[in-house]
């Protein structure tokens, strides 16, 4: 199947519900699946090919999402572009995937002309929202040729530009986080989304028709969640802007059931003073994802918003999946909340093989720690363009993730830490994201990163950075002690960082994820950001 299919699956379901919703706009199944055959026809009319790659840049807009469902019915490989991206960073990609295609908002039109004529391929420019100097805008654009097509055929029956999809057909060519290194670009079947969609629907509860709100960008994991909503012909509400407070506000509104939110954000709606009086009593499934979750934060969640957290582990190469924990995981079969479990991230979800394995590719028992490898239809078809990227990732006939993990007595999946960001100090491995964990707890930490630098001695260091809730109330050195202090009495011996440091943000990627060798970089440099 290709990812339209499950637009066309819900439209079935009834072509007057309402599809794509914000504040101001209100687009039915019908609506979507129209403009989704118009652009499919209109990029046939331009030249584009089953096969070549087309890719929309846009903040959160209905419309742009709709166009991505076009994408997929001629038959061309959608490619995502954060709108986060800097003017370089969309160069590289397009020009990487030999993008041939690009809708585009207004407000991105300065950026593209100045890439533009760096990109061999690139044959149709469309703005979505306004005339652009010598472009098409998306109205017009899909207006041309309308009235031959209607001579040549007063009553058309729909038809679709492209003949079925194989499902081993590229669908997607996105481009990964790039948290530890440059970002590669993973090619993305049929095949693999079909798995991703009957994971999330065998994996999580959903009751009736769902209502899924959103605050992220349409090249954000949320995404991919869409598919599933659709299928079952629900609503998807759509945040033009991230905000906190509105968040809060639209759940009760639009009585939604199914929603996702970084571990930082699910953070500020934890402290936002409306979540005490909301009525979140509509709501099934909030995941989280993207980032480790504070064990501290997660048991505050449930206590606050409800038995409804529901955890999602994968990666861009394996998309969403590849393990699930839903609500229920959260609890003992007494109903009391498993805190020895809320660091896990599920179960391996049905459709996969999940091992955990060591360097010489020999399978690790329970318990013991080694990179999380994985198999089935849910795993891409490989690196674009990087052959030997792709062989490494598949050697011993496993996917490797690259993280670190093991699995418990009860099945349970469990990550301590990136393989690339594990330290070794002292002569032994440190598990970075199990030291964040620990300071994590910390009710004045809001997010942290542990890094090892070089060290004359240990032969690499311990250093935390911290983004604190709230600025010190005293001074930072003060509180730099109280971590210092902390860190000791939950961790001590050899996992103790030797250096802290407050900074006001961490650097993100456009899911969440900090990234670490950012970090790292400004930490080597001696520079700390103010």
């Not at 101001?24 to 019908?30: A, F, M, N, Q």
Request: charged letters at 20%; aromatic letters at 4%.
């Amino acid at each position: 199947m290709a990812f339209v299919d499950q637009l066309d699956k819900g439209a079935s379901l009834g072509r007057d519900a309402p599809c794509l919703v914000t504040d101001d706009e209100v687009l039915t199944y019908g609506e979507v699946q129209d403009l989704s055959w118009d652009v499919a026809r209109a990029l046939a009319r331009s030249g584009i090919q089953p096969g070549e790659t087309v890719a929309v840049l846009s903040e959160n807009d209905p419309v742009a999402s709709a166009c991505i469902f076009g994408i997929s019915r001629r038959g061309a490989v959608w490619c995502p572009i954060s709108p986060h991206s800097d003017a370089e960073e969309v160069r590289r990609l397009l020009d990487h995937v030999d993008c041939a295609g690009l809708i585009f908002q207004s407000a991105f039109a300065p950026l593209l002309s100045r890439i533009a004529s760096q990109l061999p391929a690139l044959r149709v420019l469309v703005c979505l929202d306004a005339e652009a100097p010598a472009l098409p805008s998306l109205e017009s654009w899909l207006e041309a040729g309308t009235d031959a097509e209607e001579t040549a055929d007063p009553d058309p029956a729909p038809s679709d530009p492209v003949d079925a999809p194989n499902p081993d057909d590229i669908a997607i060519i996105a481009g990964t986080s790039g948290t530890t290194g440059t970002p590669k670009s993973v090619v993305i079947t049929g095949r693999a989304i079909e798995a991703m969609v009957a994971a999330v629907l065998g994996g999580y509860p959903f009751d009736g028709r769902p209502t899924f709100l959103t605050m992220c960008t349409p090249t954000h994991v949320a995404a991919g969640l869409c598919l599933p909503i659709m299928t079952l012909g629900g609503r998807i509400v759509i945040m033009r802007k991230p905000d906190v407070g509105r968040f809060v506000d639209l759940v009760v509104e639009q009585r939604v059931t199914h929603t996702l939110l970084s571990s930082t954000l699910l953070g500020a709606v934890l402290r936002h003073p409306g979540l005490a009086n909301a009525d979140l009593s509509s709501l099934q499934c909030f995941w989280y994802g993207a980032a480790p979750m504070p064990a501290r934060r997660l048991e505050a969640a449930i206590t606050t918003i409800g038995p409804v957290m529901a955890q999602l582990y994968g990666q861009a190469e394996a998309p969403l999946v590849i393990a699930t924990m839903a609500p229920r995981d959260h609890f003992d079969r007494e109903g009391t909340i498993a805190r020895h479990r809320l660091t896990s991230v599920g179960r391996p979800s049905p459709l996969v093989t999940v091992g955990i394995m060591d360097e010489d590719g020999t399978p690790l028992g329970v318990g013991e720690r080694g990179e999380i490898v994985v198999r089935g239809s849910l795993v891409m078809a490989g690196y674009h363009k990087d052959p030997a990227a792709t062989v490494a990732s598949r050697r011993h006939g496993w996917h490797r993730t690259g993280d670190i993990g093991y699995l418990d007595d009860d099945g349970f999946l469990y990550l301590v830490d990136r393989a690339k960001d594990v330290i070794v100090s002292g002569g032994s491995n440190i598990y970075s994201a199990e030291v964040e964990q620990a300071l994590m707890q910390h009710p004045s930490v809001l997010d942290c990163a542990v890094v090892g630098l070089p060290d004359e001695k240990w032969g690499e260091r311990i250093v935390v950075v911290v983004q604190l809730a709230e600025a010190p109330v005293d001074d930072t050195e003060a509180a730099i002690a109280d971590l210092l202090t902390f860190a000791d009495d939950q961790l001590g011996g050899v996992e103790a960082p030797m250096q802290v440091e407050v900074w006001p943000e961490l650097p993100r990627s456009t899911t969440g994820k900090v990234l670490k060798r950012e970090v790292r970089q400004v930490l080597m440099a001696g520079v700390s950001p103010k």
